[in-house]
């Protein structure tokens, strides 16, 4: 079993949609909890984070932590032509010596105009 | 700030030959981390490196890869000989540490393909 699942997608949605992402983990000793947008050709970007179960809203984006099922989720409200990407989350934890985060496959999201 | 700066940012190479990657994190990041994305995975850690030291490579394929961080700044990852399968984006990432400071930025990758 994976320590962090992510559906791949593709997931295809109009212009103004809401879009739900979602990964499941295995490991209770994450701590950290975080969603990155990678751009084509690009390195992953921080888009959210957040440490403790509940919700985290950012604008148009709304992280949501549930530890007890091992689940978070990624919201995107009126979502835009510029939200595709794929979107990856990832958990972190201290290790001996630093900070250590595994990544999801990350879904790839199109939005259409 | 400038951000995480890597070289090159493509390499065609043949099977069983060597290659180099560079990387300088952000200015005062202690850690510095190489990952390896498959196409349609996500990165996966080889590397990570705390100033100068090496933290965690147990995900390293030690017999053909290897990585250094001289004075604790800049980093080179080598494959030596290189194989199909090595064909993937080479991520770098460098993250401050400390208090708030557990957000890591990555640079933009070098993508590599063995023939």
């Known amino acids: 079993q994976k320590e962090v699942e992510q559906d791949p997608g593709p997931l295809s949605v109009p212009e103004g949609a809401i879009v739900s992402l979602n990964c499941t983990y295995s490991n209770s000793a994450f701590q950290y909890f975080m969603w990155y947008r990678q751009y084509s050709r690009k390195g992953p970007e921080l888009l959210m984070y957040?440490?403790?179960?509940g919700n985290k809203e950012d604008g148009r984006f709304t992280a949501q932590v549930d530890k007890s099922s091992k689940y978070i989720s990624l919201f995107i409200r009126d979502s835009q032509p510029s939200d595709s990407a794929t979107y990856l989350c990832?958990?972190?934890?201290?290790?001996?010596?630093?900070?250590?985060?595994?990544f999801g496959a990350g879904t790839r999201l199109f939005v259409k105009a | 700030e400038a951000g995480v700066a890597q070289s090159p940012r493509y390499k065609i190479i043949e099977k069983r030959q060597s290659v180099a990657f560079w990387c300088n994190p952000i200015?005062?990041?202690?850690?510095l981390y190489w990952y390896q994305q498959i196409l349609g995975q996500g990165p996966k850690l080889l590397i990570q490196f705390q100033n100068n030291g090496v933290v965690d490579d147990s995900q390293l394929p030690k017999d053909r890869f290897s990585a250094e961080r001289l004075k604790g700044v800049d980093s080179t990852l080598k494959i030596q000989p290189a194989k199909l399968e090595d064909s993937a984006v080479y991520l770098c990432?460098?993250?401050?540490?400390?208090?708030?400071?557990?957000?890591?930025?990555f640079g933009p990758g070098t993508r590599l393909t063995v023939l």
């Open positions: 200015s005062g990041h202690a850690t």
């Open positions: 990832a958990m972190g934890g201290a290790n001996t010596g630093g900070f250590k985060t595994i």
């Open positions: 957040t440490y403790s179960s």
């Open positions: 990432a460098s993250r401050y540490g400390g208090r708030g400071g557990n957000e890591q930025f």
